[in-house]
């Protein structure tokens, strides 16, 4: 398993700045509860999946296999 940072440089710094704005929340979600902050717990559990390969919900992630 190997997690990385989009490749794509606008994607990234659009997260980046949109996780600042929220104060670590991810972005793309509207409630700011414990299970949206950065890296939020959706993510968290698909990579636990031995068989998930994907982005995270914000694209800020991904994890290879």
Do not use: W
Not at 29 to 57: V, W
């Amino acid at each position: 398993m190997k997690l990385s940072m989009n490749e794509n440089e606008k994607i990234v710094n659009a997260v980046k700045e949109g996780l600042k704005r929220t104060g670590g929340y991810c972005p793309c979600r509207l409630e700011r509860i414990p299970e949206n902050k950065c890296m939020c717990e959706e993510f968290r559990n698909q990579i636990k999946d031995p068989q998930y390969e994907g982005y995270c919900h914000c694209r800020l992630y991904y994890k290879s296999l």
